[in-house]
Each structure stands twice: as C-alpha cells, then as structure tokens.
C-alpha cells in the first residue's frame, strides 16, 4: 500500500513539470461588478426588483457580502464541501490522494475531492471534466489561495456555486425553493442547499423531495457527532418536511420595463448589471388594486390604464395597466399607456390655453347655441354632452363645463393648424396628419393620442407652462426645461379647472376633491374611451378605461368611470403628505366682474372673482370682449350635398336657410336662391324654409333698413340638391 501511494505521489511530481505551461495565473479580482451582462436587471427608485433574469454568466444581482450570510449556514457548506477548507491551502492533497486510491481499487470514480478554492477555479476557468482538468485545477487553487483570502474565497464560492434553473449562489437558491431570505431559512432548508451543491440537477427539490432526504440525514448526523445541532435539532430535522414555495415579482410593471428596454439605453447605463428606474412599488401597487377594482365595478369595461408623474421632476412613478399581461386575456399584452385614442374633451385646456395667449380672457364671454359646420360636402350638428344649451357664457364656464360648441367658436377663431402646432409642441407626435385631416373636430378629440403624451402635456399645464421630458430612470439626465406657456397663462387654466363652480352646470359636485386639483374628463365619440387627468400641487396623473378591441363601453364617461379612480389614487397619493393648494402667479390680476355682462361688477349684478393677465382685465364699464362671428350663412354651408326624401312629396319638401346671430341693427331679412328673393323676414327670425328643387343653387341674404339705403349682404354659399 505504502509502495501504491509513493508511486501516485512520484506521478504527481512528474505531471507537475509537464503542466507548469497549462496552469493559468489567478485573476485580478474575484468583483463580476464588470463582467459581461447579458440581460440587465430594472429595479424600482427602492432598489425593489421589477425584473428577475438568469441569463448572465454571473450572480450579478443577488450577490450579498460574507457577513450576511448566517454562520451556520457557512458552516454546513463548508462542512459539506470541504471539511479542512481552513486548513489546506487550495488543493486537499490529502483527500485528493485517498480518493485517488479508492477509485484505482475500484475501477471507477467512486468519490470526488474537489476542495471549496478547486471548484472557484473551475467556475473562473471551465474546463471538460477529466483527470488532466483536475490535475490543473489544484495548482491553480494553490495559487488562488496565495492570492485571496479565505474570506474573499468563500465568499465568492457561495454568492456564485450554480443550482438548477439557472440559479447561482444561496441567495438565489434560497428564492428559488423556498421563498425565503438566508436569514429566515430552517435548519433543514439549510441543509437542503448544502446538499444540492452536489447533484443540483439530480436532486432539484421541484422533481421531488424524496431523494434529497437521505443525504440530508447523513449530514445532520456529522453535524450532531460534531456538536453543531443539538439532538433535538436532528429530530426536527428527521421529522420536518420541505416545503416549496418558488418567489415572484414583488410589483407587476411588465410594460414599464418593456418601454425602458424600447427607448432607453439601457446596456450602455447599467452598473453591475442594474439599473434603477423612477417607479415607486407601493404607489405601483395602489393604483393597480385601484385600478383593477373600477375595471371589474364596469362589466361593459375591460382594460385600461393609470400613469403617475411627480410633476416637478418629471418621474413616472406609477405604470398601471389592467391585470397581468397573458396570452389568455385578450389584449393584455397590448400597453395602454402608449397605444394610441381619441382623447376626447381632455384636449380643451391646451386649446383655451392659446386662445388666452390671443387676447381672450377667463371672461371672454362665447355663445353656447345650436351649431352645425359643413363636414367635407355633407353638414355636422355639434352637440354638447348633455344636449343642453347655455347661450352666452364666459370662457371659464365654457372650459370648466367641458362645453364642445363653444369649443368650436374657439378653434374657428384660432386656426386648426395653430393648435395642431400647439399640441405637437407639448409632445402629441401621435398626431401625424395634415390638419385639414383633423378638421374642427381636433378640439373635441377627434385624432388618438396616447395617454403617457396626454399626461407629458398636463405637466406642462402643473409645472407653470414648462415642458420637461418625463423620466423613467432615476440616474437619467434631467432634460432641459422649454417654456411652452406664460406662467400667468398656465395659472388661470388649472385654477379654471380645480373651480367646483365653473364645472356647476354640467358636472355639479362630482369633481370636487379635498386638496385642490385641477381636473379635467373626456369621452370619445360612442363611449370608446373614457379619461380624466388631474394634477395637484405635487403629482399628475392620467386614467384611461376603455377596450382595446375598440368595443364601446355602456355609457362609461370619463366622469362617471375614470374620474372615480383619479379620486381614489390622489387620496392615497395625499394619504401622508403635507398638501398644499396649486400655484397662481402672482402677478395676475384680481377684478370683481359681473356674470351677465363680462364688465367690472356694479350694484345688483351677480358676480364672481375673476384672474386676469395684466392689462388684459376689463375697463370700467367698458363691455368685456365677446365673439362675434362675421355675418354670414349658417346653413347651407359651402359645396353641401343635400338629397331629397323619396318619402316626402316634392311640393313639400323644404330646407331651413339659418343665418349667423351676428348682432344687426336693421329690419328685414331678404333670402335669395339663385339671386332671386325667394322670402322675407323680420330681423329677429333668422331661419327660412325653401322649397327644394333638384339642381345646382347658391344661397344668399340681403340685410335691409327702412331708414337707410344701407345694404348689408353676406357671400354666396354653392350647395346642390340631388
């Protein structure tokens, strides 16, 4: 035997000249803080996983130092592994050669001797699996130790030995079976990971954990014989089985991440494999309860979406879409927050905002009636929601009450392609078309736009007329700040839209919030879609409700759906803050004004407090400025297409000529076909009913007074008759 064993320790000195060229130096360092990352990881602003990845080479994101790791379970694993792993100085040559022995007598691989510093070697070296490879490997051990400490070696060992699926180190492992942080795991559970470092695919627990319990028993009996676990720490672990309970995601963010890995770099700023984005996990985690329990109050609503910005940063602090993205749930892996609707109502502000920035006022009065507009060579009646009509009003109540007619009065007088320019400004790229595409129709929002746009653009309005781009990762260079708005104009928009009193006659009550909060709604065209937007002193946020396969909802509005979810997430957003009011710059102007009238207020009128950008606010006595249309033909509007009804006789089938309500000081009204008068009438009737005829007609009034020879007439209007 003797004779055996000087002959293996000959043969290693041989083999230790012919190997001196294959034995590799040890490296620099044990950190993988610069090591190829693969897939990166995204955290929240706490440092709370929002992704968990296996792909990289290394535990790059659940590596833990020595000193949190318990002791007991170092001891174990070492006790496991490598009993004298204090006491050889890489290789265990003394293991090494029984093992040797055993295996020559046996004419097979009965026992392995791999020492805890031989198996760092083969993690930072990977050779295939034979003789001459172990043979290099307890040099290099040697010379690793002579390097490193112990404490840098089993430290390594243990954030970075492989288990099944993938996982690497105790940390993982720990999750991975067990749900567990180190600190919190069973003797048993401890024993289990010492065990699996020898067969991790053999054993893996989630095949079943029948197999593992043997080897588990036998090393509690060296650790009992040892004096490591007391006797009735061994019963427990005879009697106790293992249960399995595999982590999951703390936070369900699938679209935030997916939208970072889209449009940020995210492998060029990454350190360590992480990077830290803007969400916040527990407003994440209300909103989503929040919002998941409207959606399922709604039976004809099956998604939507909640985007949360802290508005003086700019940082998205919440991404909310209904449930969790599955191929069985239709539509859920489309993200809400970035495709795409028509906004409805929620346009308004931006469009009321330029009109101020022409000369209009908070008071401006508009007139709220009966309206249609030629739409191509057919005719469009505007409605308000409610089909009611108000007639004069001011510009505050028109915004505050979400009315469209006077929504169209406004963008007539401004332009279509002015506000187009405008809304591209604050950051709606989705609005691809020409304007003449959009048409009136773009103040009532009639081009999509998605809702993180939406939300960019209400920032505008909370930030006093700055845009700044919104951010979703914390360590992303703030953008430069763009003045989009004055900050007097951008006041009396959010203090329009956080006035219970201007949103009285179609709302009432519905909108107020404890803390003020400038609120605003939008409904598309057959209930598609619903929103509400606010913002308060500190946040904005967005809501949509809606389908995505583009089925109506059964009137959902966005007062009556989203608005109820926006109240509930600003109570949580408030829950713990020291809230405040919005701010109003303090060079606007305060004027009592009259509400019938626009002028400064005198006795027996009914006023109100009005905001007024200096040199803008009304003179005494002198009228506030009110809209008033050029004289013209209401209907028919130019080039319309009318058709006669088969059903009607013809001697009876007539169409009403309406002309504008331009104020007129005179007596009779002459209506012209073809410029022949075809009817006469009072001044205060401005409608006339003629007797259609097939062909091609223009339309045309006379405006006459019996004391003057005066004559107004308004432009011939082409239409045809079919």
């Known amino acids: 035997m003797r004779n055996l064993i000087f002959i293996i320790l000959l043969a290693g000195v041989i083999l230790f000249w012919f190997t001196q060229d294959a034995v590799l130096s040890p490296p620099k360092t044990l950190s993988i803080a610069n090591s190829t990352t693969r897939k990166v990881q995204i955290l929240d602003r706490q440092l709370i996983p929002l992704t968990i990845t296996y792909q990289n080479d290394w535990n790059l994101h659940d590596y833990i130092s020595l000193h949190e790791i318990p002791d007991m379970l170092q001891q174990i694993i070492i006790l496991a592994e490598d009993k004298r792993f204090f006491e050889h100085n890489g290789p265990d040559w003394q293991a090494r050669s029984s093992a040797t022995l055993q295996n020559i007598m046996a004419l097979q691989v009965v026992r392995g001797a791999s020492t805890i510093t031989e198996q760092v070697v083969r993690m930072l070296n990977p050779r295939p699996r034979t003789f001459w490879s172990r043979w290099l490997e307890g040099f290099e051990a040697r010379q690793l130790e002579s390097k490193f400490s112990k404490a840098e070696i089993i430290e390594f060992y243990l954030n970075q030995v492989p288990y099944a699926s993938n996982r690497r180190g105790v940390v993982q492992a720990a ?110 985690l209300a909103a989503q309860k929040i919002l998941d329990q409207q959606v399922k109050n709604l039976p004809s609503v099956k998604h939507g979406a909640v985007l949360i910005v802290e508005q003086q940063t700019g940082e998205v602090l919440a991404w909310v879409n209904t449930g969790k993205p599955s191929v069985q749930q ?93 809304l591209h400004q604050l950051g709606m790229s989705s609005l691809t078309a020409e304007a003449d595409h959009y048409g009136d129709g773009l103040a009532l929002g009639n081009g999509a736009v998605t809702l993180l746009e939406l939300v960019q653009a209400y920032t505008v309005l909370a930030n006093q007329g700055s845009f700044r781009a919104l951010k979703v990762l914390r360590d992303q260079p703030a953008s430069d700040s763009e003045t989009i708005l004055s900050s ?22 519905g909108l107020r919030l404890p803390v003020q909060t400038a609120i605003k709604t939008g409904t598309s065209s057959d209930y598609r879609d619903a929103w509400t937007v606010g913002f308060n002193y500190k946040y904005t946020v967005g809501v949509w409700l809606g389908n995505l396969d583009q089925q109506p909802m059964s009137q959902v509005s966005g007062a009556s759906g989203p608005a109820l979810t926006l109240r509930a997430i600003f109570a949580e957003l408030n829950r713990y803050e020291d809230t405040q009011g919005l701010y109003l710059d303090p060079s606007l102007v305060k004027v009592n004004i009259c509400r019938d009238t626009g002028q400064r207020a005198v006795d027996n009128c009914p006023s109100r407090v009005e905001w007024f950008v200096p040199g803008t606010e009304p003179k005494l006595k002198k009228p506030i400025q009110q809209i008033v249309q050029p004289l013209h033909l209401r209907q028919p509007t130019h080039n319309l297409n009318l058709a006669m009804d ?59 007074s019996y004391d003057s020879e005066d004559v107004q007439v308004t432009p011939k209007v082409p239409f045809y008759v079919k």
């Open 175 to 284: 999750r991975h079976y067990f749900d567990r942080d180190l600190e919190t795991l069973s003797l048993k559970e401890m024993l289990a990971l010492a065990t699996l470092i020898r067969a991790p695919g053999r054993l893996d627990l989630y095949r079943n954990t029948k197999d593992i319990e043997t080897p588990i028993q036998n090393l509690a009996k060296r650790l009992l014989k040892l004096n490591i676990i007391s006797q009735i720490d061994y019963e427990n672990i005879l009697t106790a089985s293992l249960q399995l309970n595999d982590s999951n995601i703390a936070v369900q963010a699938t679209h935030f991440v997916n939208y970072i890995h889209r449009t940020q770099p995210v492998q060029t700023l990454h350190i360590a494999g992480r990077l830290v984005s803007t969400l916040d996990t527990n407003i994440q």
């Open 488 to 509: 007097q104009i951008s006041s009396i928009i959010a203090d329009i839209l956080s006035d219970p009193e201007a949103r009285r006659l179609e709302f009432g009550n």
């Open 330 to 422: 239709p539509g859920s892996q489309i993200d809400a927050i970035t495709t795409p609707r028509q906004p409805g109502s929620t346009l308004k502000p931006f469009l009321y905002a330029l009109a101020l920035e022409h000369g209009w006022t908070a008071a401006t009065l508009i007139d709220d009636a009966p309206l249609a507009e030629a739409v191509g060579t057919g005719l469009h009646s505007y409605n308000n929601y409610s089909r009611r009509y108000y007639g004069t009003l001011s510009l505050r109540e028109a915004l505050g009450n979400s009315l469209n007619i006077p929504a169209i009065r406004t963008i007539q007088f401004l332009g279509t392609e002015a506000f187009l320019h405008r």
């Open 646 to 704: 088969p059903r009607i006789p013809d001697e009876y089938e007539a169409f009403t000529l309406i002309l504008s309500d331009t104020e007129l000081e005179a007596d009779l009204i002459e209506w012209l076909i073809d410029d022949e008068v075809v009817g006469i009438s009072e001044i205060e009737v401005r409608q006339f009913s003629w007797l259609v005829t097939r062909g091609k007609h223009t339309a045309q009034v006379r405006i006459l």
